[in-house]
């Protein structure tokens, strides 16, 4: 794909923008041209069975897996795996919040938050705890601030995790089946998180099994199979009038 | 001035290497004797037994080996025990060999986890028949590398009786090196020589590690 | 057999001479074995193959040879290549080469059961190299292997009474010159003996608060 052929298309436009993605793990082809445009604001939800290439198309994103073939475009920006320096500079406007949290160990839950933005960015100790301590608020952990990993309940330790990547003022949010590995009860709390932030404005791209949050919430939902885009539109059409019988197979299962 | 030729001096290493080799089996197989019979004593003794043998493992473990082979070189002959270099060495290996092992050991058997002994009981074995049939089996699988990987920690313990005047092969560079003039050379090899011991053990303790986590 | 103690009293400052020295020799070893041994360790799980085959090569000679064979190497052979040094340089040399490395291999187990997500998660965060191997993966990773890299201390500490062989004035070195001087041998080695397990100890439980305090928290 002639990455100049791209950028004549308004960038503004299409905050993230992916054309003829293909990605291989050795001789298994997970994405096989995949072709999306995601504006500035939009919530997306992307739903698919596991192996339909949801979480890896997620991860060409930020750059955490390589791509052979396609491009991938953020605020114009092409994503590049093999430069370091350009990934370093994406993954401030592009934060990624993990299945399994990744919450640091051995740093409490507002270190955790403070860490990028010290390092990174430059802020210092006093202004990072200040808004560390904002943020932990905001999703309803601010007496946890010293509190460890370890000490906190799984939706507890997802909530940090997003705080975490707020701390970094990203523009675009994305979200690996963020609620797949909590307790059924701890779900709730996370996704009010969430939905909050897509009120405010967050772009927002979820990979997400929520069929009942997607249909609430997202602005455009993506079906995913075999490495393609199957199906995409509005949830309210998707959900209640799917029109393959992939999509419709896959609606009947989730339920 | 004496001139020693290459020859001279790889042929008194090699001799000296019997005695290496010679003193590490001593050590490990008095030590092995010795530490199995600790395990035992720990697992069947009682409270106060155990204690013992605890204190013994913390004595050799937690002193240099150094200062063990002068205790056990000036304590034998101050009992009135002849001793030669080669006894005390002997005697004090086997006794630092055994408190690694029976570590070593006990750390394999306690690893297999309590729902074997509680199996095998409910089967009406008796402890011997459970050690035997059962824990024994097992313990050998988990703690055969890093058994074989203390090999090599005995064989390097031997360089040490050089200094109790035991004549292996770190003595023997010591003292072809004062003829020589040729420490660089002499020692260097001697290394090697180490090496061509240690490492062939060192891999096959790797290669048994390997094989139990699969 | 009569044991006389009293000529250990009399010779106390010898023995606390000795002593300060073993401290000052296993911690200034401890220090600088541990960041070779940490550096080595992460070439060997995360560098270029020429670098791992380097560095592994290292490690099997000092791992599989005799302390005190590279003791007598770095201090009587390497003056034959000019390098001349004191007794408490090569002494010093010797426990920062050999720490370093047990060090290496304890240090790269650590680091490779780093589970994959902290540094996707470090990476998103848009951390680079160096501060992740710094905060996000080495922490947790002393952490882990903390009592064995403790253990490995004690060893350095207990090994470093070979260094007398080499005229390095330290415990051992005093307990020899007490025992020649007095010829009360078993009585001077005993009373050093139990000094030894009183510094191991001291050692353990100064590790195990530094650790925690300093370095990876709680």
Known sequence: MNPSLTQQLSPGFALIDIRGLRKRFGDNEVLKGVDLQIARKEVVCIIGKSGSGKSTLLRCLNGLEAYQDGSVMVDGQLVRPDDRNALRELRQNVGMIFQNFNLFPHLSAGQNVMLAPRLVQKTSSAEAERHARKLLTRVGLGERFDAFPDQLSGGQQQRVAIARSLAMNPQVLLCDEITSALDPELVGEVLQVVEGLAKEGMTLTMVTHEMAFARRVSDRVIFMHQGLVHESGDPETLFSNPQTPELRRFLSMES | MFEFTLWDIARNLLLAMRWTIGLSLIAFIGGGLVGALLVVLRLTGNRFVRVLVMLYVQLFQGTPLLLQLFLVYFGLSMFGIETTPLVAASVCLTLYASAYLTEIWRGGIESIERGQWEASSSLALSFSEQMRYVILPQAVRVGIAPTVGFMVQVVKATALTSVIGFVEMTRAGQIITNATFQPFFIYGSVALMYFALCFPLSWYSRVLEQKLRR | ?218
Do not use: H
């Not at chain 3, 290549?81 to 720490?99: E, F, P, S, Y």
């Open chain 3, 1 to 218: 057999m009569t044991l006389d103690f009293s000529v250990l009293f009399k010779q106390w400052p010898l023995l606390l001479d000795g002593m300060l020295l073993t401290i000052f020799l296993t911690l200034f070893s401890a220090v600088f074995g541990t960041l070779l041994g940490i550096a080595c360790g992460l070439i060997r799980s995360k560098g270029p193959k020429w670098a791992r085959w380097t560095v592994g090569l290292y490690v099997e000679l000092i791992r599989n040879t005799p302390f005190i064979i590279q003791l007598f190497f770095i201090f009587f052979g390497l003056p034959g290549l000019g390098l001349k040094m004191t007794a408490l340089t090569a002494a010093i040399l010797a426990n920062v080469i050999n720490l370093g490395a047990y060090v290496s291999e304890i240090a790269r187990s650590g680091i490779e059961a780093t589970p994959d997500g902290q540094i996707e998660a470090a990476q998103s965060l848009a951390l680079d190299r160096w501060q992740v191997f710094t905060r996000v993966v080495l922490p947790p990773a002393l952490k882990r292997v903390w009592p064995t890299l403790v253990g490995q201390m004690v060893i350095i500490m207990l090994g470093s009474a070979v260094c007398s062989q080499i005229s390095t004035e330290e415990l051992t070195y005093a307990a020899n010159q007490i025992a020649s001087t007095s010829f009360r041998n078993f009585e001077t080695y005993i009373v050093v003996a139990a000094l030894y397990l009183l510094l191991a100890v001291a050692l353990r439980r100064l590790l195990n608060w530094v650790g925690p305090r300093f370095i990876f928290g709680r």
